[in-house]
Every structure is written in structure tokens, then in C-alpha cells.
């Protein structure tokens, strides 16, 4: 894929934008929304697993998969889910979002397919067997031995798809710690009890074996390895049981584009021969394969833009920068889970380089971000009349949900103005989608008004 980052004339241009022209524009704190990147992003790499299946002369479908979670912004996962063919969703109320999105986009999503993740009571049971019911072309994949007790015990009037998550060892540690095991998906124990039961059920089909590949940062040695196991010692033996079997979902952890060159193409075609090859060798037919994808899908397409409003120099080895909103609330991830995000100037490149770290607005001596190895970030100085934004870049996947969107937020601070850009007419939009976070709505958040407050007085 094609890097969508570059330097033009001393600004920072991000997929064909200048991202200091917005916030001159439209003023800051701001939040720019890519929905045409969502749409890129689905659609390189479906193509980039079609056309492996289309050169190995492979038998099975590739099935892209929104994963709801990653953001949970109604515009974005239209975008995604319009251009994916279904969508996976994590719990009971992602499960009634879907739905709700589903019914308001009839005729764009009328033929998508939903698979169900994460532990389930029995409430997300109830309703994935409503739905089977109903019509919706729905798989659920069985978590825990207790869930499919529970879906034993439900009465089911059609048969219901599901499938199993294998939960496998965790291959991501350091070579001095135990191998561990995440709490997700079936132990081969259980998993010999599943499919004893299932020899006999008539209500429930299997279709699906699933896996996940967790991890921040791609690592070849360790997917292909988690894709061997899944594969070989769960699908191959399962399918030779079970003739209804025809997916093999590898979850998410698709290498993410934005600092790399990965190559998409070779990737899709090195999982495809070997799911082709394995499945001669043990003479199984080749399955569907299912992507995942919320944080490859959506993380790259959201930028948080701020302006720098003041410098205060109380240490004589660099500058602080103060920004107009508050970098705890942006990276929410960074700060909790050492997630990779990167802070760029956007404007004023070509002006001398200073020592500078940047600070939020709260008062709160974490809200900092510079470069840990450096202990400091070189930002562009700033002459008379000058403005200097600072893009955070890469914020579309959890942020929001972190960080808590249309909510209070620490130290007060307003939740920033948000503008999505898309294509119409081969023309670059850019529309409002809600303004700056307002006093009056936080009042009404935390339901600061006279009529509350009286009944404690």
C-alpha cells in the first residue's frame, strides 16, 4: 500500500490533506475524519486476498469482517461495514447496535453477516437465536463451555450456525517468561466435550473455527506459528469430523500501513498457499477464510489537531508547548497501554528546530507526550504571527471509546470539534459533524442544574 504521509512545502500532508489548512479553516481542537481511508482500507486488502485466491486457483471465499469495537462512531462503521461483507460484534449491546444499523441501513447492508464474539450470557444468547430466527444470516462463535451449555438448553426452532474459539497458547511473551494462556475460546478438553455433544444436536450446524491473533505490532515468526497450530491441530481435525465446517477465521492483528511498506499482496498469498497446500496434504476442502478487522480498518483514518497557545520555559534543556486540548484524552492507549501513536508538527516545517516537550491543557502532570529515548520532541520555532499545529495522528481505533465520546472528560476539557472528509462526485467533502464541545453540555451531562441539585438540599 501506498504511504499517505508526506512533506509539502514545509506542511504535513496527510492522504492527499493538508492537515494545518483544515485547523485554519475549521479552528481547533479538531478531530478529522477520513471515511474515504476506511473505505481504502477494506478494499486494498480484500482485493489483496482476492487476488491470491484468484491466482492459486483457490476454492474457498475471503470474508472481511468490521470489528464493531474498534469504533463505535455510527458514520465509520456504515463506512466500514458497507465495504466489508459482514461484521463482528464483542458483546449483547454491540449486538442490538448492529442490528439497530442494520435495520437503518436496509437496503446498503440488507446482505452482510454477523459473527458473534466474546463471553456470552444469557441475554447475547437470546438474542443471536432471535435473530438466527429472524433471518439474519448470523454465526455464533462459542467462547466457553458454559455458553454452550446454554445454547443446548435454548430452544432453537432453526438451526443455529455457530462455531468455536480455540484458545491457544499466548506466543507473543519474551523468551524469559512462561508461555501463558489468554481467557478466550475452548481448551481441547473442552473442546472434545463440544464436539461430542454436537455428533447429536440437530439444532446447532458447525461452521466456523476461529483463532485471534492479538498484538500492538505485527511479527511474522509468531502469526505464522499461531496460524501452523490453529490450523493443523484444530481445523484439519475437526473438519475431517464435522463435513459442515467451511470457515477459518484468523481474527485480527492484520499489519497495520501507517509506518511501514508492508506488502499486503505477499502476505494474503503466503496464508493462502498454505492453507491450499495443507488442505491437499490432508485432503479437506479449502474453507473461507475470515479477517477481523477493526484496528487495520479504522485507526489510521482519525487525526486530533491542536494548536500550540503558549510555551513556558522552566527547565533550561527544552520548551514546553502547551496545546489547546489535552493529550490524555487524545491517546487514552498510549497512556494506558504503551500503544504506539505518533505526534507530529504539522505546519512551519522548514522553520529552525527547538527542544520542546508538548503539554495539555489539564492540570495534570501526565498529560506530556515527547520522545521517551530522546527525552524530548524537536518541534519548528515560532515566529510573530505564526501558528504551529500539532497533528496526533492514527486515533480512529478506541479513543473515542477510551476517552469517552459526547462525555465529561478530565479537567473539563471539551470534547474537540469533529469534521469528516469523504468523496462525492469525485470531489473532496468536508462537513461538520458536530461542534465543539459546549459549558451547556457538560451541565446537562452531569445533570448540573437547580431542579437536580434541590432534591439533596
Known amino acids: 500500500m501506498r504511504k499517505f504521509e508526506e512533506i509539502i512545502q514545509g506542511k504535513f500532508v496527510y492522504n492527499n490533506v493538508s492537515l494545518s489548512d483544515v485547523a485554519e479553516q475549521f479552528g481547533t481542537p479538531l478531530k478529522l475524519v477520513f471515511l474515504d481511508l476506511i473505505e481504502k482500507r477494506v478494499c486494498n486488502l480484500k482485493t489483496a486476498f482476492n487476488t491470491a485466491i484468484k491466482n492459486e486457483s483457490y476454492k474457498g471465499k475471503c470474508l472481511y469482517l468490521n470489528a464493531n469495537k474498534a469504533n463505535y462512531s455510527s458514520d465509520m462503521i456504515f463506512t466500514a461495514s458497507k465495504f466489508s461483507d459482514g461484521i463482528e460484534t464483542s458483546s449483547f449491546y454491540d449486538l442490538l447496535f448492529t442490528k439497530k444499523l442494520l435495520q437503518s441501513a436496509k437496503k446498503v447492508l440488507q446482505n452482510k453477516v454477523i459473527f458473534c464474539n466474546g463471553y456470552k450470557q444469557k441475554d447475547y444468547i437470546n438474542e443471536i437465536v432471535k435473530m438466527s430466527e429472524k433471518g439474519y444470516n448470523i454465526t455464533n462463535i462459542v467462547d ?16 443455529l450456525k455457530i462455531g468455536v474459539r480455540i484458545n491457544l497458547e499466548s506466543l507473543y511473551h519474551d523468551e524469559n517468561e512462561e508461555t501463558q494462556r489468554d481467557r478466550f475460546g475452548l481448551t481441547k478438553d473442552e473442546l472434545r466435550v463440544v464436539l461430542e455433544k454436537l455428533k447429536t444436536t440437530k439444532t446447532l450446524v458447525f461452521t466456523t473455527v476461529h483463532f485471534h491473533q492479538r498484538g500492538f505490532s505485527f511479527e511474522q515468526e509468531k502469526f505464522y506459528k499461531n496460524l501452523e497450530i490453529a490450523f493443523a491441530e484444530y481445523f484439519i481435525p475437526m473438519k475431517k469430523q464435522f463435513k459442515t465446517i467451511v470457515n477459518f477465521d484468523i481474527g485480527g492483528g ?36 475470515l479477517l477481523e478487522n477493526g484496528k487495520y480498518t479504522v485507526k489510521d483514518s482519525m487525526v486530533n489537531i491542536y494548536k500550540v497557545i503558549g510555551e513556558k520555559n522552566t527547565d533550561s534543556k527544552f520548551a514546553w508547548r502547551i496545546v489547546d486540548g489535552s493529550l490524555l484524552i487524545a491517546m487514552p492507549e498510549y497512556f494506558a497501554l504503551g500503544e504506539e501513536i505518533k505526534v507530529e508538527p504539522l505546519n512551519l516545517l522548514d522553520n529552525e528546530k527547538i527542544r520542546s ?35 496526533v495522528l492514527g486515533t480512529g481505533s478506541y ?11 478530565h479537567c473539563l476539557m471539551p470534547e474537540e470539534k469533529r469534521v469528516l472528509t469523504f468523496f462525492k462526485n469525485g470531489k473532496r467533502k468536508f462537513v461538520v459533524d458536530k461542534e465543539l464541545q459546549t459549558p451547556q453540555d457538560i451541565y446537562k451531562s452531569v445533570k448540573l442544574n437547580a431542579r437536580n441539585l434541590k432534591k439533596f438540599f
Not at 375 to 381: F, R, S
Not at 399 to 409: C, I, T
Open 144 to 159: 466457553s463451555l458454559a455458553e454452550f451449555e446454554e445454547l443446548i438448553k435454548s430452544k432453537i426452532n432453526k438451526p
Open 254 to 289: 492484520t499489519p497495520l500501513p501507517a509506518n511501514s511498506d508492508f506488502d499486503y499482496n505477499s502476505w494474503a498469498s503466503g496464508i493462502i498457499k498454505y492453507l491450499k497446500n495443507n488442505c491437499k496434504k490432508f485432503s479437506v476442502n479449502e474453507p473461507n477464510i
Open 399 to 409: 479513543q473515542d471509546s477510551m476517552s469517552g465520546r459526547n462525555g465529561v472528560h
Open 357 to 391: 516537550k508538548l503539554a495539555g491543557l489539564t492540570c495534570d502532570c501526565d498529560d506530556v507526550y515527547f520522545d521517551k529515548s530522546l527525552g524530548h520532541i524537536d518541534l519548528p520555532k515560532i515566529l510573530q504571527n505564526q501558528n504551529l499545529f500539532i497533528g
